[in-house]
């Protein structure tokens, strides 16, 4: 009963890129809002990015001006683009989808940055 599979994560010098990438399943559809999310360590667990249906996005702070996030609905795929990557970037990234009455995570995947 997965409903979300996620992909992308791994390790990286600074300054380099990753994409992650997050597929909805058949399990779960009207999908409002997708996002990802990640814990660094010896933090809570944060907001990185968002984007709802109509492409309207929002992101941390930290990461405005590097990040970019876009979903194809079509395929109920959303992608996270990450540059410029920082070595506070680390942290296990989470793929978030909601609908109408369900908010779901996918299992995660590790990003690490090195100086």
């Known amino acids: 009963q997965a409903q979300l599979a996620e992909s992308g994560g791994g390790l990286v010098q600074a300054g380099g890129s990753l994409r992650l990438s997050c597929v909805a399943l058949?399990?779960?559809?009207?999908?409002?809002?997708m996002g990802w999310y990640r814990e660094a360590p010896r933090k809570q667990r944060e907001l990185v990015a968002s984007?709802?249906?109509?492409?309207?996005?929002n992101y941390a702070a930290s990461v405005q001006g590097r990040f970019t996030i876009s979903r194809d609905n079509a395929k109920n795929t959303v992608y996270l683009q990450m540059n410029t990557l920082k070595p506070e970037d680390t942290g296990v990234y989470y793929c978030?989808?909601?609908?109408?009455?369900?908010?779901?995570w996918g299992q995660g995947t590790r990003v690490t940055v090195s100086s």
């Open positions: 058949k399990n779960f559809f009207n999908i409002v809002t």
């Open positions: 984007i709802s249906t109509t492409d309207s996005a």
């Open positions: 978030n989808a909601r609908n109408t009455w369900y908010n779901i």
